[in-house]
């Protein structure tokens, strides 16, 4: 018989414990899924190029109503847009309901359960168990930023990709150099003017 989860609104309907079936699967297969993201990266950021030539803002909602589709249907994707799953052996952290993103909080249960949903296991014991498979498995122990809430539902595809390819520093220094000229104007400016 289902337990019935501690915070639940009354009246709603049982969550089917075959949704998470796909989730485990791939936190069970998160080596494989490491290289398949692997890949995906490689390849976005060789595409970056394009991306900057067709605009990235124009590529911002196909690419996340693809990311959505795919990553909702294996990892119960939340659309964050600041993917964590690299570092959390393939297991979303925010499907842990207190939003946890730096390990579980101390009400996991005996049988590894989650202390708000007890018949879901804790995202973080899944985490651990994923990332035991991972190349990259160690990056579990390094703290996570808090959540930037400003970039849900946007595509963390595009944003590692702006990040990798150097996109984002060569516009920082860009900007860096405008605001420099531009200073140096005033400069120019304020001293031309003192002497007249
Ligand atoms: S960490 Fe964010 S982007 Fe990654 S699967 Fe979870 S909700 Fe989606």
């Given at each position: 018989?289902?337990?019935?989860?501690?915070?639940?609104?009354?009246?709603?309907?049982?969550?089917?414990a075959k949704k998470f079936a796909l989730r485990f699967w791939a936190i069970r297969n998160s080596?494989?899924?490491?290289?398949?993201?692997?890949?995906?990266?490689?390849?976005?950021?060789?595409?970056?190029?394009?991306?900057?030539?067709?605009?990235?803002?124009?590529?911002?909602?196909?690419?996340?109503?693809?990311?959505?589709?795919?990553?909702?249907?294996l990892f119960d994707?939340?659309?964050?847009?600041?993917?964590?799953?690299?570092?959390?052996g393939m297991s979303?952290?925010?499907n842990?309901?207190?939003?946890?993103?730096?390990?579980?909080?101390?009400?996991?249960?005996?049988?590894?359960?989650?202390?708000?949903?007890?018949?879901m296991p804790?995202v973080?014991v899944k985490?651990?168990e994923g990332?035991?498979?991972?190349?990259?498995?160690?990056?579990?122990?390094?703290?996570?930023?808090?959540?930037?809430?400003?970039?849900?539902?946007?595509?963390?595809?595009?944003?590692?990709?702006?990040?990798?390819?150097?996109?984002?520093?060569?516009?920082?220094?860009?900007?860096?150099?405008?605001?420099?000229?531009?200073?140096?104007?005033?400069?120019?400016?304020?001293?031309?003017?003192?002497?007249?």
């Amino acid at each position: 018989m289902r337990t019935p989860a501690a915070f639940e609104a009354t009246g709603k309907s049982p969550r089917d414990a075959k949704k998470f079936a796909l989730r485990f699967w791939a936190i069970r297969n998160s080596a494989a899924m490491e290289r398949m993201y692997n890949g995906l990266e490689w390849t976005l950021v060789k595409l970056a190029p394009a991306f900057t030539a067709i605009g990235w803002e124009r590529m911002e909602k196909p690419v996340a109503k693809v990311e959505k589709l795919v990553k909702g249907a294996l990892f119960d994707c939340k659309m964050c847009g600041q993917c964590a799953l690299s570092s959390t052996g393939m297991s979303c952290p925010m499907n842990c309901p207190k939003g946890l993103r730096n390990g579980p909080c101390g009400g996991v249960r005996a049988n590894g359960n989650c202390e708000v949903y007890a018949d879901m296991p804790c995202v973080w014991v899944k985490a651990y168990e994923g990332s035991q498979n991972m190349q990259d498995g160690a990056a579990i122990a390094v703290p996570a930023k808090p959540v930037d809430h400003r970039l849900k539902g946007t595509s963390s595809w595009l944003a590692v990709a702006r990040e990798k390819s150097g996109y984002n520093a060569r516009i920082a220094a860009e900007r860096a150099a405008a605001a420099a000229a531009a200073k140096a104007k005033a400069a120019t400016g304020k001293s031309g003017g003192a002497k007249a």
